[in-house]
């Protein structure tokens, strides 16, 4: 089956800075994609590129293999970004009843309601009355109301309370169910890891790791010993233990990085050396992340 979505050497230039440098990739039918990395990683770039808001400096960008901004690709697609404008003066029934009209086959208003939770109270509200949490529920609604076969969601969950995030991810998992495309946006690790089937991973503009949560844990968190100690070690001399492959400091505490803990951690104890609350962790999507992008990683 033809891709949903593909990249193929994009790159997005602004003035002095390069915020996605020549990137590829291809999304299939039903998959749940976290795109995830620090701020500024070039996550919002990207997505804004596959929604047609921003032309790449090179590369192309094709959804249902054509250009972004053609009606065919737009009527099937849905996006909430991260500033929700809704029209103020209009009621949220009357946002979300305006928005159903623009497609020829919405989702009913009662599963849009049902999907994002909005109280009988709620839908009374004008929209310019809305909090945060509430004005993205709608920007919610508003992105499922054409029944989209692909969902894109930038930071969907910034300013959700707990209930409202959950409600969140249980209606990702329904899209999902339904077969529909999801690709979201996010630095919080646990979502990914949660709800993602694969995690495609930037930092500075570039795509560092792309797999399931499963693989780039495997990948990249070997387990790790790590210890605190009264006195320095040098980090060479950590280095030098045959089956170490990286060392760094975190939290005033040292992280040797092996597949091999307890052969390492005879070698620490064989060297004498003054360590001490010594933890062996493995496979944290947290510290995989970390490893990746963090300069603290000295090997
Ligand atoms: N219009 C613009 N003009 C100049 N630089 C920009 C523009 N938009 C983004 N950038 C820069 O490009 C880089 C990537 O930004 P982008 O918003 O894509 O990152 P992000 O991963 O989405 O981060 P965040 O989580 O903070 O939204 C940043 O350094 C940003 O300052």
Request: aromatic share 8%; net charge neutral; hydrophobic share 40%.
């Amino acid at each position: 089956m033809e891709p949903k979505i593909v990249l193929s050497n994009v790159k997005k230039a602004f003035k002095n800075k390069t915020a996605v440098d020549t990137i590829s990739f291809s999304i299939h039918k039903g998959e749940v994609v976290a795109i995830l990395g620090a701020n500024g990683a070039g996550k919002t770039t990207t997505m804004m590129m596959m929604l047609g808001l921003l032309e790449p400096t090179s590369g192309t960008v094709q959804l249902f293999g054509k250009h972004p901004k053609e009606k065919y690709v737009r009527e099937r697609i849905g996006a909430m970004l991260q500033e929700v404008s809704v029209i103020d003066a209009l009621k949220v029934r009357e946002v979300i009843q305006l928005f159903r009209s623009y497609y020829t086959h919405p989702l009913s208003f009662e599963e849009l309601v049902d999907f994002t939770g909005f109280s009988k109270d709620e839908l009374q509200k004008r929209a310019n009355k809305l909090s945060g949490g509430q004005k993205r529920r709608l920007g919610f609604a508003l992105a499922l109301a054409g029944d989209p076969e692909v969902l894109f969601f930038d930071e969907p969950t910034v300013g959700l309370d707990v209930t409202s995030r959950k409600i969140f991810w249980d209606t990702v998992r329904e899209l999902k169910q339904r077969g529909k495309t999801v690709l979201f946006t996010t630095h919080y690790l646990q979502e990914a890891d949660d709800v993602a089937e694969r995690v495609i991973l930037f930092h500075e503009g570039k795509i560092i790791s792309d797999g399931t949560p499963k693989e780039i844990k495997t990948k990249l968190t070997k387990q790790s010993i790590s210890f605190t100690s009264d006195s320095t070690i040098g980090v060479e001399e950590l280095k030098e233990i045959p089956l170490v492959t990286g060392v760094f400091q975190k939290n005033e505490r040292t992280h040797v990085i092996t597949e091999h803990t307890d052969e390492v951690l005879g070698a620490l104890f064989a060297r004498n050396l003054p360590i001490r609350n010594i933890e062996i962790e493995r496979g944290r999507l947290e510290d995989a992340f970390e490893q990746l992008v963090d300069k603290r990683e000295v090997v």
